[in-house]
């Protein structure tokens, strides 16, 4: 199969932002898509939004901390779709601030969200993608993963984390699955400095309303690479606007 028509995609983080922009794109496209995140009002709203312009979509709640709720994730593709051709792990907390702040809560969800997200996110997904002989991880990093920038270390460690363990699947993932990084830099969403301190907070939205691309240039970046034919991964890409230093 090639091309993003008639896949199956599940997207965790399809709330707002880059999640939501992803689903549309894809729908645009002709995916089927099955979507994932906390706020159940939101995610309605984006299944309802895709259904009335004419897609397919469907939205379970999905806490990605915690493993049952990938499974379910997973599930819901197979039962309304008979298959999963691709995940799309976006889901994500950027409630930055300094060390000496230890907003230790925030360090954990973190972790919890970027690090053990991703983790239940394989584990549901790959003895799907096994059975089938077939499936793409599509794994949303940060440019932070490539330039550590203060206050943002807690989140750049997790983010690297992210990079290290898509580069160490897509090694394990052997002829028949696909799996690809994707690396957005300023991104014009509500997330940008959600919850950071208030001095990073303000940081980042004001960059983020100087510099930030839209979040349909992320989900064009994602379908590009979902849409590549079957033998042929899209390993890496980063995106960024071209004013980010
Ligand atoms: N915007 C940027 O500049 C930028 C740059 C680089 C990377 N990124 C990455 O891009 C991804 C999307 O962020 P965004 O910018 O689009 O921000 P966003 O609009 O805040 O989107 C984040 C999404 O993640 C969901 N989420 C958060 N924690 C979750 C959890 N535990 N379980 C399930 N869903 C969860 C949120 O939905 P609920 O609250 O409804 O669960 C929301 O849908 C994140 O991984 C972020 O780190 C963003």
Do not use: C
Request: charged residues 20%; hydrophobic residues 45%.
């Amino acid at each position: 199969m090639s091309g993003i028509q008639g896949k199956v995609v599940a997207i965790t983080g399809a709330s707002s932002g880059i999640g939501e922009a992803t689903a549309t794109h894809l729908a645009e496209q002709g995916a089927h898509l099955v979507l994932g995140a906390r706020r159940e009002d939101r995610l309605n709203a984006v299944v309802d939004r895709i259904t009335a312009a004419g897609g397919s979509a469907a939205g379970t709640v999905v806490d990605v901390t915690r493993r049952a709720d990938l499974g379910r994730l997973t599930d819901t593709a197979l039962a309304r779709f008979g298959r999963l051709d691709v995940l799309v792990s976006n889901a994500g907390t950027m409630a930055i601030s300094p060390f000496d702040e230890l907003r230790q809560d925030d360090w954990d969800a973190m972790v919890a969200t970027h690090v053990t997200g991703l983790l239940n996110g394989i584990g549901a997904a790959l003895p799907v993608f096994r059975r089938q002989r077939s499936g793409q991880f599509v794994n949303v990093a940060s440019t932070a993963a490539y330039v550590v920038k203060s206050p943002q270390a807690v989140y750049a460690a997790t983010k690297t984390a992210v990079k290290v363990l898509t580069e160490g699947l897509r090694q394990e993932s052997g002829p028949h699955l696909r799996v690809t990084l994707v690396s957005p830099g300023f991104t014009d969403t509500e997330g940008v400095g959600k919850g950071a301190s208030p001095e990073a907070a303000r940081a980042l939205a004001r960059q983020r309303d100087d510099i930030a691309m839209p979040p349909s240039a992320v989900a064009s970046a994602i379908g590009y690479a979902i849409g590549q034919p079957d033998g042929v991964d899209i390993s890496e890409i980063v995106v960024r606007p071209t004013v980010q230093a």
